[in-house]
């Protein structure tokens, strides 16, 4: 489904970004959460630009964001 998102919604994929970006370069994630990164920033310049998106897309990759950091956190705790 093709729409806008709100205001909360695009600074929770800040968040989400930036947390992502804060991996350690020796997680076995960190590979996996640059390109989604980089997926999300392209999103959240569309959104910007007033472009619609797929909101269901969008969804799924916050929440393979979300994924990627408890996995991350996972492998820290198992250390």
């Known amino acids: ?34 390109g989604l990164r980089g997926t999300l920033l392209r999103q959240l310049e569309r959104l910007e630009a007033g472009t619609e998106v797929n909101v269901d897309e969008l969804d799924q990759l916050v929440e393979r964001g979300y994924e990627i950091l408890r996995d991350a956190a996972r492998e820290i705790g198992a250390r």
């Open 1 to 34: 489904m093709l729409s806008m998102v709100d205001e909360a919604q695009m600074e929770l994929i800040d968040r989400l970004v930036e947390r992502l970006e804060r991996l350690s370069a020796d997680s076995t994630y960190a590979h996996q959460a640059s």
